[in-house]
RNA sequence: UGUCCUGUGGUGUAAUUGGCAACACGUCUGAUUCUGGAUCAGAAGAGUUCAGGUUCGAAACCUGACAGGACAACCA
């Protein structure tokens, strides 16, 4: 049993499950920041969130919790030619939709503006920062190349009395984009780029979305976040790789600022990588401004909202993020293990119903025409309590096409002619005549019912060796449903150095399949109510469905235990 | 020819800190089944990038290679 400590941790649940976990467990051992672990998710607004993003919230969110600790949301902000409100909005949507929730801490790093300057100004008074205004080309190259030191701005030894009043200006916009930018002064010879005399402050005379007309200079990343970590209280700054290099900057940042034993401890892991996908903002608009995908909501999308509108779950995402862990390894995870994830969750949960997508009408011509019997089924094999419904049956019904063979290979052992198969709840039929049109295709089938087998077992104690799933013609709802392939035939299509992702792009990613028959029961469904198409897979209503039509995405398939022959 | 990070079955992770390399996905068998699903039972698949060293004992520690990644935005 869990035992429960006066800090209200749970003891069971403390053994470390990665190693930020681990470090977290030692710092705490360690008594640093006084036991508290507070933790922060920090996306810039530019863009909608990805599976990326939603790995990076359950580990903020979710390691926070296991220690007893507390998670902010905070809006990074500090670059107003990238950011919008419309971003912002579906990044709070897509945090509340996986479960998460930062009460009241709200933040953004633009709420730190002001602290920023004045924090700047301290470090221009004590000669640790200054304005230079060189061109952004002559910066860069004074800055050398990792392998090669830079060399020192001439701006570089102002006095701070003279920079004070050139960043004063600065900020009440007497120089132009471009004209000057803070600079922090650390070490240009060092073998790490980022402590070259970092930028702290660049001069954008653009208006903010929620500072408004109040700031022309803002703040760069590297010198606001660690500072936006500090006042929040943040114990452990979770970020991906690519920040590593970043790290010494954040602490040099933090070492001028802190005034006591607490310090923000940034922490890197590798960012998420799916087979058969591109996981970068930059590629992801990409694909939507040109139109490759219809939208950040695609079911085909690795957005969040796209896999929303596909019908993944929230318990799925946490699932998948939970198995694929948290390490410093730049490596690719498998696509079948959100594919399972999403399996695993809708096989517990999800409604049975029977549907067609490829229609192959069957005749029973021993049945009395003009009958509806209504047959039970059994609406979630997995979980007693869901009960039953009822599937009406008649004469004339619709099979699935591939579940016919006119000349069946040995191991097909589903409808032939002379063969008999049970219809799922309902009887045995066997199959007497195949109708063909001029082509030769096939078209209909004549079968006959043994009305002793009703409900679907034959009193004899006869066997079949398939089960088929059907829908009666009269009473299905027609419907539209989309089958949608991997967005990509490559397993790793970003990364070829010399192919573009796009030409790894799958034709065949969207089929549209309008000629569907689905049993009466989906009617009551809403948009985004999934169900399992019994032998089909997983399914749900798209928000595109209208009074006179309705649309399915298949969510994924189910697991094929056999192979096509 | 710089600095930093990372190398464990096909893939993702683990190995309680030096003690028989474990789990999951995937793959393949078989049982069972009114979903070729689910479930159950089982199998194959790595000797931990390589070479030295320390040790009774190394995936882990040390040295050196090799491979991959990150860093040279007034992006985050």
Redesign the pocket.
Known sequence: MAEIDNNGINQEEI?????IQ?QI??DLAEGKNGGRVHTRF???P?GYLHIGHAKSICLNFGTARKFGGLTNLRF????P???DTEYVDSIMEDVRWLGFDWDDRLYY?SDYFDKLYEFAVSLIKTGKAYV?????EV??EQ??????PGIDSPYRNTSPEENLEIFARMKDGFYN?????LRAKIDMSS????MRD??MY???KQPHHRTGDKWCI????????GQCDYWEGITHSIC????????PLYDWFIDELKDSDYRPRQI?F?RL?I?YNVMSK?LLLLMVKEGYVKGWDDPRMPTICGLRRRGYTPESMRAFSD????????????V??L??CI??DL??TAQ?VMGVIDPLKVVITNYPEGLVEE??A?N???DESKGKRKVPFSRELYIERE?FMENPTN????LSVGREV?????YFIKCNEVIKNDQGEVIELHCTYDPE?????APDGR???????WVAVAQAVKAEVRLYDRLFTDADPS?H?DKDFLDFLNPDSLSVLTDCYIEPFVKNGKPLDSF?????GYFNIDPDTTTDKIVFNRIVS??????KL
């Not at 049970?422 to 309902?426: I, Q, V």
């Open positions: 053994l470390p499950k990665n190693f681990q467990i030692d920090p996306p810039e530019n990074d902000d500090t670059n030619t990238k950011e790093a230079d205004f060189q061109s952004q910066i860069s800055k050398g190349v990792p392998t090669r984009e471009g004209e000057c930018v073998p790490n780029m980022h970092p930028l660049r001069i954008l803002y703040p760069m990343y590297d010198y606001a976040h991906t790789l690519e920040f590593e290099v970043h790290r890197e590798s990588n087979t930059r198995r694929v862990g948290v390490t410093k390894v730049d490596g690719v995870t498998d079948a293990v594919e399972y399996r695993e096989n517990k049975r047959l039970d059994i979630n094999p997995e579940d191991k097909f052992y589903r049970r219809l799922r709840y309902s087998t009703r409900g679907g077992n066997k079949v060796k398939a089960t088929l799933h990364g150095k399992q198409f019994e032998r089909l189910l697991k094929d235990g056999f192979k």
